[in-house]
């Protein structure tokens, strides 16, 4: 069978689009060879640990800076430890390691905490933290005496909020959880969620009605927005609004000197991508001002029965994630990740979006960083 020649001319000539259009995007985007050579900051890491020569050897090595973010969290060492690593590693490190602090909300009902938490804060500032991070034990742990769950935009936290607005110290906050939490485990999108969540029951908040919803963690974030229009924000986590990039970018439109992270939710991009990839990759071009690479690393040195096993390990884990991460972000391949059974295809960002999402949005954020 013969197709006529106007047909083949239409299919050609729409091969020949294809072609160019992929050979375009391509030729804007960077490759795996330029992964070393372009500069590259994680905005959302948490090293716990003294001895760290070998990691400041990979961050040279991969072109990398990094932030380490205090938290109000058990599980981390105490707050005057975090912070006094913190200070010496950007002390000694100052190129490659910034640092943001935090405070305890311990005694927020009593009449000395809120002064002595702005002193606090002031005294970090003074010794180089570049933010202060507010964790979700506000809205998920924290309660008044009488027993009500105490959210983000409570009264007592008015003078914090407006004393990082007049001071133009960045606020860093964590609200709420992925949205899977508040999900039966089955209905999950991702696998790291439906392990996390299955492990810990204590803190799936889908077998807990009596805790705030999501939907009220949100309010409550908000409304603080909405309080402090000139606050400079940060919501890691993709705001706690990972699950859908068209509602995110509702965010981002309401609260124009907002910014978020990637930290610990690039899979639920890579979810919503498999789905529909176009949509994923405009909402990155469309927000590329607005959007920081970050991962959520985690050292404390102290995990392994041979420290120096744990570093060694921490290290090869940092440098998979970070080139696994550029592969989905700057190539077309397609990549298998923990987060989904199936493998998801990357994007082929432009090179401009890149520098922005690796680096320079990050450095306008955190002008004082990275010196």
């Not at 709420?176 to 939490?181: A, D, I, R």
């Not at 990759?281 to 469309?286: A, H, M, P, W």
Request: proline fraction near 5%; charge should be neutral.
């Amino acid at each position: 069978m013969r197709l006529p020649i106007n047909m083949l001319s239409g299919l050609g000539l729409a091969c020949l689009f294809l072609s160019l259009t992929t050979f375009a995007n391509e030729i804007q985007s960077y490759t795996m060879n330029d992964y070393k050579y372009v500069e590259k900051i994680d905005v959302h890491t948490h090293i716990h640990n003294k001895n760290t020569t070998e990691f400041v050897k990979l961050l040279h090595k991969d072109n990398f800076k990094i932030l380490t973010i205090n938290v109000d969290y058990s599980e981390f060492p105490s707050l005057d430890q975090q912070e006094n690593i913190a200070v010496k590693l950007h002390k000694v490190y100052p190129q490659y390691v910034a640092f943001a602090a935090t405070f305890t909300v311990a005694n927020f009902d009593k009449p000395e905490w809120l002064q002595d938490t702005l002193q606090h804060i002031d005294e970090m500032v003074s010794k180089g933290a570049v933010g202060i991070k507010v964790w979700k034990n506000i809205g998920m742990d924290l309660r008044s005496p009488d027993g009500k769950m105490i959210v983000l935009d409570d009264k007592h936290f008015n003078p914090i909020f407006d004393h990082l607005t007049k001071k133009n110290i960045v606020l860093l906050n964590h609200s709420g959880e992925p949205k899977n939490c508040w999900l039966p485990v089955e209905q999950m999108t991702v696998l790291n969620d439906k392990e996390y969540f299955r492990n810990h029951p204590q803190y799936h908040m889908y077998l807990h009605p009596d805790f705030p919803s999501y939907e009220q963690l949100m309010a409550a974030r908000d409304a603080m927005l909405t309080k402090n229009p000139g606050l400079l924000f940060v919501g890691v986590h993709l705001a706690s609004l990972e699950w859908s990039v068209d509602e995110l970018g509702k965010f981002l439109d309401r609260f124009p000197t907002a910014t978020v992270d990637l930290a610990a939710r690039i899979g639920q991009l890579q979810y919503q991508s498999n789905r529909d990839h176009e949509k994923v990759r405009v909402f990155f071009i469309r927000y590329q001002d607005r959007l920081m690479y970050g991962t959520d690393l985690s050292q404390s040195g102290e995990q392994a029965q041979s420290r120096d096993q744990s570093n060694k390990d921490f290290n090869s884990d940092a440098h998979n994630v970070w080139l696994r991460d550029w592969r989905y972000f700057n190539t077309s391949q397609f990549i298998q990740v923990p987060e989904l059974r199936e493998p998801v295809q990357g994007l082929v960002l432009p090179k401009i979006v890149v520098d922005k999402l690796y680096a320079k949005n990050a450095r306008k954020r955190f002008p004082n960083a990275w010196k």
